[in-house]
């Protein structure tokens, strides 16, 4: 983000405005720490900050500071709507495009706020009056660590702040291992310990507060597990009579699709689970290396996100959408290599 993009928002900042913070749907850590992160620095400036997340958001993100706060889009849509025609100011976050934000796609195109987009996906649309886009961040929250800093406001950093970025960072990065980890990462995260996040108590609370229902749906989801070594690929389903034997709950699924990727030799992993009030097939895409699963997804499965980490969906029953998923493994001559 460029320096007088810096000094107009700061500008913005100096007197106290209407603010909406948006996070993509189905938001994820990294989405809901980022926003809630954002809101408390921007309340602690003085202004009327509302966060408004499209739908709702799994169960280990809820112990988040701030979290009673969010507004559910699905849920209370007038208010929301209320709130984002009464805005100033529009920071989007955490997604490229604003058909990322579902039903709220429309009453955002409409609204005459300032968009500010900080956001570290691939190809940004340019739907925000200033964006700060890039797509070597790991996370997010370490862009919104990095735009306090360029306000000069890295001292402003409370204990709340520090414990969401940490969240959003620890969560994108699977607690720190995937190539978008960078040496400036660990010194953000080094930063937020300083300033008062509690690094084994956020694992705790992301990792560690499941029920028995949700490991007995990942070993499910472990037997359904097909290996095709030939593709070095790996992939999962789950049909929602699976979940629904388990009392699935959202989040439950987060991070089965990275068991495919702990087989030897396997750079591609895939879950499939059935969505029957949406009628779709949600698809997670993981790679290692450079099988690029963000142009996969927008090629076949009308998705994206990154290279290495990506979603998609598919209409068609769960059977055929893996007839289809392994006929177009055998074009991907570089998964034979
Ligand atoms: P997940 O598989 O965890 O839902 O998503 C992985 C990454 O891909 C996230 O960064 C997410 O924002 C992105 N993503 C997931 N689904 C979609 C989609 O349908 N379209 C696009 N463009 N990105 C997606
Ligand atoms: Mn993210």
Redesign the pocket.
């Known amino acids: 983000m460029i320096e007088q993009a810096i000094l107009e928002i700061t500008a913005e900042l100096s007197q106290a405005k209407n603010i909406v913070i948006v996070p993509?749907k189905?938001p994820?850590g990294d989405a809901i720490g980022s926003t809630l992160g954002l809101m408390h620095f921007l309340k602690n400036k003085g202004h009327k900050v509302d966060v408004i997340a499209p739908n709702d958001y799994p169960r280990f993100l809820k112990w988040l500071p701030g979290n009673d706060d969010v507004i559910i889009y699905e849920k209370d849509k007038s208010n929301a709507d209320k709130l984002i025609n009464e805005a100033d100011l529009v920071f989007a976050l955490d997604?490229n495009?604003l058909n990322?934000v579902g039903d709220m796609q429309d009453i955002l195109t409409a609204s005459q706020a300032v968009f500010i987009m900080i956001d570290h996906?691939r190809e940004p649309s340019d739907f925000a009056n200033y964006t700060y886009s890039d797509a070597e961040m790991s996370s997010t929250c370490e862009m919104v660590y990095h735009f306090i800093n360029k306000l000069r406001a890295v001292e402003k950093i409370t204990p709340e702040i520090a414990t969401c970025l940490y969240s959003g960072i620890m969560t994108d990065t699977g607690s720190f291992r995937f190539s978008a980890t960078s040496a400036e990462t660990h010194r953000v995260i080094a930063k937020l310990i300083d300033k008062g996040a509690v690094n084994h108590e956020i694992h705790n609370n992301i990792f560690d507060t499941f029920n028995e229902n949700r490991l007995q749906l990942l070993g499910t989801a472990l037997q359904n597990l097909r290996v095709k070594p030939e593709y070095k690929t790996a992939y999962i389903s789950l049909t929602q009579e699976e979940l629904d034997k388990h009392n699935f709950q959202k989040g439950d699924t987060e991070g089965f699709?990275n068991y495919g990727l702990s087989i030897e030799g396997v750079v591609f992993a895939v879950i499939f689970i059935e969505n029957k009030q949406e009628e779709i097939i949600k698809i997670?895409?993981r790679s290692k290396g450079n099988f690029n699963v963000n142009e996969f997804?927008r090629a076949h499965f009308?998705?994206?996100?990154?290279n290495n980490?990506?979603?998609?969906?598919s209409q068609l029953s769960m059977e055929n959408t893996i007839v289809k998923f392994n006929s177009i493994l055998t074009e991907y001559e570089e998964l034979k290599k």
């Open positions: 993509h189905g994820d997604f495009h990322r996906h699709v997670s895409f997804a009308e998705g994206g996100g990154h980490a990506a979603g998609g969906k």
